[in-house]
């Protein structure tokens, strides 16, 4: 089972942990600052596992899908974690979005809640993103959080 988790860590000054998820042993998080990942060691310390996902200075969300972890950025990019110590980017930016804020799974499927517009994107599985919901509220400009019951 994975938990997707919200927390705050100093890491090495003005750097943070924002979002993390936990999954069978492991822990991890996405930092706002430097956009790097990050595994808890269990005791008092993040242990960096993968750089910076390109140029993008923050992790807004993180999951586990079908086994693998993504992260979703600052720049609405969705990246996919190999495992050991890179980034793949998997889909693009999400139009006119400016940031991927939440990431959850639901029916075996991806979706991302956004920023700047408040819509709701399904992933293709490979390599983009279809909108399935419009604006929230239709005023609504962010969605900051997708739960699955």
Known sequence: MTHTLNMTHTLTG??????????????????????????????????????????????????????KIYGGTFAATLYEWNGTNLWVEVAPKLGAETQTI?????????????????????WNGTNAWTEVAPQAGGTETYVYSLAVL
Not at 22 to 30: R, V
Not at 41 to 60: F, H, K, M, S
Not at 102 to 122: F, H, M
């Open 102 to 122: 939440v990431l959850a799974v639901y029916n075996d499927k991806l979706y991302a809640g956004t920023g700047s517009n408040g819509k709701l994107y399904e």
């Open 14 to 67: 003005n750097f943070y942990i924002g979002p993390a998820i936990a999954g069978p042993g492991k822990l991890y998080g996405g930092s706002y600052g430097n956009g790097k990942l990050y595994e808890w060691n269990g005791t008092d310390d993040w242990i960096e596992v993968a750089p910076q996902l390109g140029g993008e200075p923050r992790i807004y969300s993180l999951t586990v899908f079908n086994g």
